[in-house]
């Protein structure tokens, strides 16, 4: 059983930044492409950003270039989406997942996932 951990969720006002954090015991995730996804009440599940297993060619949803980064640490075997100029819109639960060595923003390719944060941008 792999379990991802995501971390530093939380309340933030309009235009506010926070930086999520995807952590994993069982596995290496320095060996895998991860993908942040959010899933907003009543809407898909859809990709944020994915990055392949070497840190290298991110890929980013429109709605969130410019405004998110996606890094990896390998040596603290995490990997981070740093998110700022946040917006109501950006309200959802977001979540890490793992997929082979690229990147791919198909969610169907990814095979572990984690149990999410809630992020909630308001005033």
């Known amino acids: 059983q792999v379990n991802l951990v995501e971390s530093g969720g939380g309340l933030v006002q309009p235009g506010g930044s926070l930086t999520l954090s995807c952590t994993a015991s069982?596995?290496?995730?320095?060996?895998?492409?991860i993908g942040w996804f959010r899933q907003a009440p009543g809407q898909e599940r859809e990709i944020v950003v994915a990055?392949?297993?070497?840190?290298?060619?991110?890929f980013y949803a429109d709605s969130v270039k410019g405004r998110f980064i996606i890094s990896r640490s390998n040596g603290k075997k995490a990997v981070y989406l740093q998110m700022n100029a946040l917006k109501p819109e950006d309200t959802a639960v977001y979540y890490c997942a793992t997929s082979g060595r690229m990147a791919t923003m198909l969610k169907g390719e990814y095979d572990y996932w984690g149990q999410g944060t809630q992020v909630t941008v308001s005033s």
């Open positions: 990055i392949d297993y070497e840190g290298e060619k991110p």
């Open positions: 069982e596995i290496l995730l320095e060996d895998y492409a």
